[in-house]
């Protein structure tokens, strides 16, 4: 056996380990979970479809993986990706107050009334406006230099699951390598 037989192994694994764990990542944003550690959705945005983390699902759709070498690199082209799946502060703008001003006039505008007594309709829908609009407008109060703690939702790294995984797709490789082996000699 040469050396290009275990670099073509070692390329046939990585790449069948990167495809295996990109099904996996992706599929945490179906869980809300990363494996088995629930997102914190303390922020719902109940009048939305889907989650914090499923808003528009950009995100989701932005992670990439690579082989490069004897490695595998997952990235994702979000500027937010990180923050999200690492967890920490971020510093309050002045951009992001005018964000969160214009996000709350937008929660509040579709908040309906009541044509009779002209006094908003008691409606689910009404009441997760009014908690969203809520939620924007004590941001857009916040100082510009406050800092703002951004929960951990991990989605993307190293879990024991990752681990068992990595084996798994390590052991279906060799017993495929076995099995060429094998074959060879029963010629």
């Given amino acids: 056996m040469n050396n290009t037989f275990f670099k073509d192994f070692l390329k046939d694994v990585l790449n069948d380990v990167k495809t295996e764990l990109m099904d996996e990542f992706d599929r945490n944003f179906e869980r809300k979970v990363f494996f088995d550690k629930p997102w914190n959705e303390k922020t719902k945005f109940p009048n939305k479809r889907g989650s914090l983390m499923m808003r528009t699902g950009k995100l ?11 490695a595998i690199s997952f990235t994702s082209s979000m500027p937010y990706a990180a923050i999200h799946n690492e967890g920490g502060t971020i510093t309050v703008t002045a951009k992001m107050k005018r964000y969160f001003w214009a996000m709350y006039r937008q929660a509040a505008g579709a908040i309906t009334y009541s044509v009779k007594n002209k006094a908003m309709a008691n409606t689910k829908r009404n009441t997760a406006l009014t908690a969203e609009a809520e939620r924007f407008k004590a941001m857009a109060l916040k100082p ?16 024991p699951q990752v681990d068992t995984i990595v084996k798994t797709v390590v052991d279906a490789n060799m017993r495929e390598i076995e099995k060429q082996i094998t074959s060879k000699f029963k010629k």
């Fill in 60 to 70: 989701r759709r932005s992670l990439r993986a690579r082989v490069s070498g004897n």
């Fill in 144 to 159: 510009v230099g406050s800092k703002i703690k951004i929960e951990q939702r991990q989605f993307i790294g190293h879990h």
